[in-house]
């Protein structure tokens, strides 16, 4: 789907948001539609992705990891490579440049791992703006690296304390920051979450790991038979998807499925979820009977959210990407698996992927070649990977 | 036909404005909140309007998160906030507008959830992440069942205060200042002149209530002078509700209700 019309994909997405913010919505999507398809503007952010990001990211043949599973090629997009470690720079730049262009002197954002909180606090950095980014408290104490990472980068940090004091809970305080101060501040919003038109705008912003992905392919003369990424509000996902979507190639988001789909202590919100409305969106939800939004986990942080964006619950009705998920157990599994066959460190959300490219890979053959989207390099995640190993007596 | 509109027209005649007290259900417990009905009748308001919790309120500053989230715990679900409504309806028949969040009703089916609720004795509905783009079926749910209160804001162009006016019945939700409810912010003069344009731009076809962040009886009087038919006062009543006695709260919330009901007569 090109450009959602009323803001829909099939039934999902649409604005679900308080009065206040209509006209900061309304503004947000005619500079978008302005600027999206502007020579100048998509000059100035294809350099900066070139020079200060450091794209386009390589795509790696993981000869080690493939050959040891026997089966499938598996090939790796190395998102992990991008300045502050994660694909979140492709959004943060595009969104803070816009934002420049429609003079807001303010940016607030949101942050789950702190990647998407550190990826912004570096655009802003770099385009000479100021952030401030809201992070529920039990992420800053689990993610704290990133915590330290904002504060030196001069971004301020609000740790939020209500609900399930996670990602949910630092978009909701940064909705209320935005309704409070709408006439100054810009929202950049780090997944393909959230109204119209952030889903698409961040689906945009991210595809050019997917049009990379085709280019670099094409090069060495292959066609992906299946795409691999993590989902957890999807926008690495989308963006590795979408300039596939016409493609013959198989396409799996992978959830966090915490400690099983039957424990409840998951956030697989697609394999698990039923459809309703939350942060502006109607989308595929984790909730109970009466429509209350239950608590998630995930031993990572940056997918640990009980809703997804509205164009995954889109495709999945359609059946045109299959949504699976991993344990934490498992995503510690290819965590270790990856680190120590091919020495590239994982985040825990992009291990997710790992773990359903190791199933894949197995099952197929020689001549298949899998894309996986490694959205993020893993050092934040190495104490809670330790901590996980000391509560789970393993090698 | 519609209660909401009867107390309008009610209060027209005495030359008053309304006064429309706001209260969570449940919040601390189901015997305050028939308390605290019954002290917002005796003490003059006109109409009630009941918050039903949601774990995601953004529309709402820390006094009502944290009453929802009193309330969600204290295991107030949909069936209970049903039976409250009934008990309520037994003692007064004040009109009562139901405010939550989008995702409670679609949850269980518009049609399904407003009907329920017209049974149990609701003339309204107020879900602030409503916008009038997504509302067709919600509309199309409460024709001729229940009114559906929209808001709008200080920032809301001319033709599109006049599209939500259009598929808004009984009174039309002015959120006054830019914030969450329970915002302490003072009164605006932004606030004043889009109470002014917006009665103009309505010509008197629905009534203007302004809300958000009014919790005194000067408050009150200021809004009311700025040309509102009506002010709502929310959060100012949780935090009274929250420091009171079950013994006190009746008389307290008498005379909290009778001290900002007297700047609504004219």
């Known amino acids: 789907m090109k450009y959602p019309k009323n803001g829909r994909f099939g039934e999902f997405g649409g604005k679900y948001i308080p009065e206040t913010l209509v006209p900061a919505i309304e503004e947000l999507e005619e500079n978008y539609l302005k600027f999206k398809d502007d020579k100048t ?11 200060y990001a450091g794209r386009p990211t390589p795509l790696y043949y993981a000869k080690n990891l493939s050959e040891k599973l026997g089966g499938a090629k598996i090939y790796l997009k190395r998102e992990d490579l991008l300045h502050g470690g994660a694909h979140k720079i492709n959004n943060t730049l595009g969104q803070a440049l816009l934002a420049k262009k429609m003079k807001k002197k303010r940016i607030i954002a949101e942050t789950g791992a702190g990647q998407h909180g550190v990826a912004t606090a570096m655009a802003c950095a770099a385009l000479g703006m100021k952030a401030e980014v809201y992070m529920g408290y039990k992420d800053t104490i689990r993610q704290k690296l990133n915590v330290f990472r904002m504060d030196m980068l001069g971004c301020k940090v609000y740790p939020v304390y209500s609900g399930s004091k996670t990602l949910k809970d630092a978009i909701n305080e940064a909705i ?29 912003f991210q595809s050019v790991i997917g049009n990379e992905i085709k280019s670099q392919m094409k090069k060495i003369n292959r066609t992906p038979d299946s795409l691999i990424a993590c989902v957890g509000g999807g926008s690495n996902a989308i963006g590795t998807f979408h300039p596939l979507i016409d493609s013959n190639a198989e396409m799996i988001g ?44 995930s031993i990572s942080a940056g997918l640990d959210y009980p809703g997804v964006g509205p164009e995954h619950s889109y495709y999945k009705d359609t059946k045109r990407i299959k949504y699976h998920s991993a344990t934490d157990a498992e995503v510690v599994d290819a965590f270790l698996m990856l680190t120590r066959t091919e020495g590239i460190i994982p985040a825990l959300e992009s291990a997710h992927a790992i773990a359903e490219a190791i199933k894949v890979a197995r099952k197929g053959k020689k001549s298949e070649s899998i894309v996986v989207t490694l ?11 330790q901590n996980y190993l000391k509560r789970n007596v393993k090698d | 036909m519609s209660k909401i509109k009867d107390k309008f027209a009610e209060l027209e005649a005495k030359n008053q404005k309304a006064l429309i007290s706001y209260i969570m259900v449940g919040f601390p417990n189901e015997k305050a909140t028939i308390t605290a009905v019954r002290g917002l009748v ?7 309007e009941l918050g039903f919790p949601f774990s995601d309120p953004i529309a709402d500053g820390h006094v009502i998160q944290n009453a929802s989230t009193v309330s969600l715990k204290k295991g107030t679900k949909i069936s209970k906030f049903f039976s409250i409504v009934k008990k309520i309806r037994k003692e007064t028949d004040i009109p009562l507008v139901l405010m939550t969040y989008t995702n409670i009703l679609y949850h269980k ?17 107020i879900l602030p992440d409503m916008s009038i783009e997504e509302s067709k079926e919600y509309l199309k749910a409460a024709k001729g069942n229940a009114d559906t209160v929209f808001l709008i804001s200080p920032n809301t162009s001319n033709t599109r205060i006049q599209k939500i006016a259009k598929v808004s019945t009984g009174f039309l939700y002015l959120v006054a200042v ?11 003069n932004y606030t004043l002149k889009a109470i002014k344009n917006v009665k103009k731009l309505t010509k008197g076809k629905i009534p203007v209530g302004v809300g958000f962040g009014i919790s005194t009886p000067n408050d009150v009087k200021k809004y009311i002078k700025a040309g509102a038919d009506a002010v709502i006062v929310g959060s100012a009543y949780l935090k009274l509700i929250e420091k009171t006695p079950q013994n006190k709260l009746e008389s307290k919330i008498i005379s909290f209700t009778k001290s900002l009901k007297k700047q609504t007569l004219l």
């Open chain 1, 41 to 51: 503007f998509k000059k100035e952010l294809d350099y900066y992705l070139k020079v």
């Open chain 1, 176 to 204: 209320r920051d935005w309704i409070t101060n709408v006439e100054t501040t810009y929202y950049l919003l780090g997944s393909a979450v959230g109204p119209h038109p952030y889903p698409v705008m961040v689906r945009d």
């Open chain 1, 254 to 297: 992978v959830e966090a499925a915490g400690q099983g789909l039957k424990s409840k202590l998951h956030s697989a919100t697609l394999s698990a979820g039923t459809k309703g409305v939350l942060h502006g969106m109607m989308t595929y939800l984790l909730q109970d009977k009466e429509g209350q939004i239950t608590e998630t986990h």
């Open chain 1, 375 to 385: 959205s993020g390099r893993g050092d934040k995640d190495v104490e809670e990977v």
């Open chain 2, 42 to 48: 005796k003490g003059g308001a006109d109409i009630i």
């Open chain 2, 109 to 125: 089916g518009y049609s399904k959830f407003i009907s329920e609720a017209k049974k149990a004795g609701i003339d309204g509905f």
């Open chain 2, 178 to 188: 830019y914030g969450t409810t329970g915002i302490k912010t003072g009164i605006k």
